[in-house]
């Protein structure tokens, strides 16, 4: 599997399956394979959420409308929903899409920004301290309800679990200096976990405040703390994903200087082919 990911990656400029589903390419579940995974991949999560890589030696074939076909069939017996993932926003996805009756229903953009560019100073509020995540405490329970509380409409970081926390931690990136809790008078009331690539690239991975604490806009402060974190970690570039429908998130990471570099989008199912 990992050369037809790392195949698709090269021509296609990103990623081919998100994170989670690359933490679950060995746990039960839907996985359609083309030629032992060799020609296509597709990965169907307990949601209806679909994840979908036709190898570049392959393509021109219709292999990438037999994957989908796979997939409607499997959700039909799942309970029919079925949304479809296109890493980059490919037009060959997207005329895939169109023929198959789907709807474009989310746009996830990836921006980045270089980090010898200047930083804002921005002071924490009053009685707000940052310390770096302790595993194995008490500190897991804690982040745990709080991006929950922080990320509660959103589809995939809301439903995060203990296992799906530990899984990141037992990554080789994962690195607990760069993993910022932010506490109020000794309760967590927001937190940045940041990101290393094994090329060096640099990611805000999740940052996130408690609703309770939304009136002493952290957002801005732990964002800045979590870049100069990178930085001060050589890293020279930061990358993030955001959802275009959060305008809120939208508006402080252009702030910050952050400038589109891609985007990742989802096809619900409206129709049939």
Known sequence: MSELTVEAEAADGTPPLSEQTVLRLS??????LLNDGRDGYGHLDHDGAAELIVAPHARGRGLGRALVR?????ADERGGRLEVWSH???PAAAALARSFGFERTRVLHRLRRLLALELPHVPLPDRVSIRPFVPGS???????????RAFATHPEQGRMTLEDLRLRMAEPWFDPAGFLLAERDSTLVGFHWTKVHPDGLGEI??????????????????AVAGLVSLRDRGVETAMLYV?????????????????????DVTYLRTGGA
């Open 70 to 74: 796979a997939a409607l069939a499997a």
């Open 138 to 148: 008490a500190d897991e329970q804690a982040w745990l309800r709080v991006n929950a």
């Open 243 to 263: 959802d275009e429908s959060n305008a809120k998130a939208m508006k402080l990471y252009a702030k910050l200087g952050f400038t589109p570099w891609s985007s």
């Open 27 to 32: 746990t039960p579940g839907v996985h359609l």
């Open 88 to 90: 980059g926003d490919h």
């Open 205 to 222: 991975y999740v940052l996130g405040v408690d609703p309770d604490a939304a009136g002493l806009r952290l957002g801005l402060p732990l």
